[in-house]
């Protein structure tokens, strides 16, 4: 078996900067890194992990903390596979791994003392593996939890919900600033009976893009008008019934921005049940730009948040805190309209400064 020793002969570094490169690669420059990670994979080396456990307190790996219950909605991420992604790539480029803390609140889950009903010995458990630190998705249950964790101390980063702590931030897009943009765009366009499909209440994205759209109407100069505000949850089906309701009214709108693209694809097939022509009756904006939103006929006009970044931004920010560094601000990530068929204006990209109109 190849020891550190051998890998810092072959380098002309000493052992100790060889576990550095992999117990606090930040602390070593990028070619002296780079020396000994190549030689390292030449000779098949990888440190023990008991011993870097042993030796830092922690282990290289990092807790993702997500809901798994197939019988809750939030489970289904709109763009889990594109953040994991960024997530991995980032972490996996200073020597750590994503280890999930399933959050299912089944039989098996309590039993084992894990669910989130008991956040406290929740939070034992990470002590317990040694891990370096915790990624928070929002599956929009978890509120009381996600306090304890962000309050043990144990650098964590949450995405999509506010979290404050000693080591603890969080990492979201700039949801008001996407949902005005989309209503201007519907309001530049024509538009003055422009509704909303919302998210659901207590959830800080969906109360951002709500915000978002009330400052849109007021930016345009257009009342608000409280029968055009349908609460939905974020997927499909509250979009088609959101949208029935909508058309229920007696002065229906001639325009929608749904705080997601699932409830968009839903308010699209409600129109088209009702005998409505998108765009050329309706009006359809969504949030998200989900894989399948440029798929859908009409392709939707769409708010989009940058997937990727999420991911890269989460891990730099904790990367940060397991090396010491005291929590940073929240990250606030741009977004950006994209301009297709379902809003019926030509085909055209907004930058996150504002709509090109």
């Known amino acids: 078996m190849v020891t550190a020793r051998e890998v810092a002969q072959l380098c002309g570094v000493s052992v100790a900067t060889v576990s550095r490169v992999f117990n606090r690669p930040a602390t070593v420059s990028a070619p002296t890194r780079e020396r000994v990670e190549r030689v390292a994979r030449e000779l098949d080396f990888s440190p023990n992990e008991s011993a870097r456990a ?3 307190q922690r282990s290289a790996m990092i807790g993702l903390v997500w809901d798994t219950d197939h019988r809750r909605a939030g489970w289904r991420h709109p763009f889990l596979q594109d953040l994991l992604l960024g997530l991995k790539s980032a972490l996996s480029s200073h020597g750590y791994h994503l280890l999930l803390l399933a959050t299912s609140d089944d039989a098996r889950n309590r039993t084992a003392g894990v669910s989130l009903a008991d956040p406290i010995a929740y939070v034992g458990m990470t002590r317990r593996h040694h891990l370096a630190g915790l990624v928070l998705i929002d599956s929009g249950s978890d509120a009381e939890a996600f306090t304890a964790f962000a309050q043990s101390g144990l650098p964590c980063v949450a995405l999509d919900v506010a979290v404050s702590g000693p080591k ?28 909303t499909l919302t998210g659901p209440r207590g959830n800080a994205p969906a109360t951002a893009r709500t915000e978002g759209y009330l400052r849109g109407l007021a930016d345009a100069g257009l ?135």
């Open 168 to 195: 603890a931030t969080y990492v979201t897009s700039d949801n008001a600033a996407g949902a005005s943009e989309a209503v201007r765009h519907l309001a530049a366009l024509g538009h003055e009976r422009i509704a």
């Open 54 to 56: 042993l030796s830092r």
């Open 223 to 357: 009342p608000v008008r409280d029968d055009y505000v349908v609460t939905g949850d974020f997927y499909r089906g509250s979009g088609f019934v959101g949208m029935r309701r909508l058309l229920a009214r007696e002065n229906p709108p001639t325009a929608v921005f749904a705080a997601s693209d699932e409830m968009a694809i839903g308010a699209l097939l409600a129109a088209r049940a009702a005998g409505l022509r998108v765009p050329g009756d309706l009006a359809i904006v969504g949030f998200d730009d989900i894989e399948v939103a440029a798929l859908v006929d009409p392709a939707l006009t769409t708010v989009a948040q940058d997937k990727a970044e999420f991911g890269t931004a989460a891990a730099g920010a904790l990367l940060g805190m397991i090396e010491n560094a005291a929590a940073p601000e929240p990250v606030l990530l741009p977004t950006r309209l994209i301009v297709r068929d379902s809003c019926g204006a030509p085909h055209r990209q907004a930058t996150a400064a504002g709509p090109l109109l």
